[in-house]
């Protein structure tokens, strides 16, 4: 006999509210429904309402974890329609903080995952380290948070102290690599309960339009930093990691790997950042047009379409995040497992509510 | 990617233009379900359905496809609010041509379920045609 269990919109693995309504046979899950919409804000209605330079603030605040990938998406969809270039150094600050923002991201799942699993002490090993992350970005942008570092056509600040910087990452990769990635690859008890459980083939990730580490760990290789260089990407040496098993293990340490490779894109990018200008303009005249941007956020393609009609404020901005392609895939993910692993299974997908309801 | 060899399978008149976000294409006429069968058959991932208000109370689509980082976008017109669903091709488009019918009361017609996804259960379709009223002012 089949049962339905009603989980949320408040549930237990993540705070943030979405609902989930399981079918199940016993113990094993044979379906589940996701219902979203409890964050919905109505933000591509109010772009409407708002002028250029005011929409920047406005998509900061899509997203609390990865506010920078939106303001950074959103100027250059308007740089593209509007021809601007954008200094070398600008490039290269952009591609520091996107990375810093990316390891702040990828630490803060860490945690929480080892939180789901039961694994207290690395729960508390992530966040220590994630405090380092929030350090520095807090000391280039004067931020921990929305660090307000994109304008058009350049960043609103300079990165002034680069040896601390530098230091502060190569800190990060010492504990990352030494503490980090040794328990997340090797421990018994995160292989117990992560191999094998829920499974995404390669098939089902390209049907679905997965994203991002969740594609990744699926056997996809497609990263927009490589794929379709921006900012400095083509400049800066790094590798992308994937895995073929497409279970939550694969998806932990795709992400874990990606952690290494930002901290080697930062220190590659300190080391060479050219000077010279990096300001960009406060107003600017946008001419009647459409254009697209992407840009390759921690949990996959962020993409940005834009329409104008001349005036200052945009005739229209689609706003299309990794979660909104991700969260439909946690249902191939649950169809057969066990009920235990449904919060588990659902947070491997790095899921944000406030981005996929905008 | 041969462009030429797309435009045969999509079986339209017009012409790609190149930019540098990728080539684009504007064909009210398009069949969409044929654009997707093309698509899927040669490997491309939906990014996503950008939809805008046009004339005549009809909606313009641009569908956005993928191929290996190249970026195709297709852009068609809804005939009296409706056009067909590309979701029994493509499960990618569930969720996106549910949220374009929130936002823009667009009806794809060839799927079963077109439930609210971001808006309330009888909540009135078309957030954007609403122009911000409040929910029992609107129409």
Same mark, same amino acid.
């Given at each position: 006999m089949s049962y339905t269990i009603p989980i949320g919109p408040y549930h237990p693995a993540l705070e943030e509210p979405y609902k989930i309504e399981i079918t199940c046979e016993g113990e094993q899950v044979r379906d589940a429904n996701l219902h979203i919409g409890f964050n919905f804000?109505?933000? #591509?209605?109010?772009?409407?309402q708002r002028n250029y330079v005011q929409n920047i603030a406005l998509f900061e605040r899509v997203c609390g974890i990865c506010s920078n990938v939106h303001t950074l998406t959103y100027c250059m969809a308007v740089e593209r329609l509007a021809e601007i270039d954008v200094?070398?150094?600008a490039r290269y600050i952009r591609v520091v903080v996107a990375e810093l923002e990316r390891l702040h991201s990828h630490i803060l799942w860490a945690g929480i995952a080892a939180h789901i699993m039961g694994f207290q002490t690395l729960f508390m090993t992530c966040f220590s380290l994630r405090e380092l992350v929030m350090d520095l970005l807090e000391e280039i942008s004067g931020n921990r948070v929305n660090y307000a570092m994109n304008c058009f056509g350049g960043v609103n600040r300079d990165i002034q102290d680069v040896a601390n910087i530098m230091a502060g990452v190569q800190k990060f990769r010492l504990r990352l690599e030494n503490q980090l990635i040794p328990i997340f690859t090797t421990d018994p008890t995160v292989r117990a309960r992560c191999s094998g459980v829920g499974v995404m083939t390669k098939e089902q990730a390209i049907a679905w339009g997965a994203l991002g580490p969740t594609a990744r760990a699926s056997g996809l290789t497609q990263d927009?930093?490589?794929? =379709?260089p921006y900012a400095a990407y083509d400049q800066l040496e790094f590798d992308i990691p994937y895995k073929t098993s497409g279970d939550v293990l694969a998806r932990?340490?795709?992400? =874990?790997? #990606?952690? !290494?490779?930002?901290?080697?894109?930062? #220190?590659?990018?300190?080391?060479t950042m050219p000077s010279g200008g990096w300001k960009g303009f406060v107003f600017l005249d946008v001419p009647p047009g459409e254009a697209v941007a992407r840009v390759e956020a921690p949990r996959g393609e962020v993409f940005y379409y834009l329409a104008s009609d001349g005036s200052d404020k945009p005739l229209r901005v689609k706003v299309r995040t990794p979660s909104?392609?991700?969260?439909?895939? =946690?249902?191939?993910?649950?169809?057969?497992?066990?009920?235990a692993d449904v919060p588990l299974v659902q947070a491997s997908i790095d899921p944000c509510y406030s981005c996929t309801d905008r | 990617m041969n462009m030429k060899a797309i435009l045969s399978l999509l079986q339209t008149d017009q012409q790609f233009i190149q930019r540098t976000d990728g080539c684009w294409l504007e064909d009210p006429d398009l069949d969409v379900e044929r654009m997707t069968v093309c698509m899927v058959e040669m490997g491309a991932r939906l990014v996503t359905i950008s939809a805008m208000p046009a004339a005549d109370g009809e909606t313009r689509l641009v569908y956005h496809w993928d191929i290996e980082g190249n970026l195709i976008n297709l852009g068609t017109l809804t005939r009296e609010g409706v056009i067909p669903s590309i979701a029994p091709n493509c499960p990618a488009a569930d969720w996106i041509e549910r949220? !374009?019918?929130d936002y823009f009361a667009v009806d794809f017609s060839g799927r079963e379920n077109l439930a609210p996804l971001v808006l309330r259960k009888?909540?009135?379709?078309?957030l954007f045609h609403w122009n911000g009223q409040l929910l029992e002012e609107k129409p």
């Open positions: 804000r109505g933000i #591509e209605w109010l772009a409407r200094p070398p150094r927009i930093r490589k794929a =379709v932990i340490i795709v992400r =874990v790997l #990606e952690m !290494v490779e930002s901290c080697r894109i930062i #220190e590659h990018a300190l080391n909104f392609c991700n969260m439909p895939t =946690v249902r191939l993910m649950l169809q057969g497992a066990s009920l | 949220e !374009v019918k009888g909540d009135h379709p078309g």
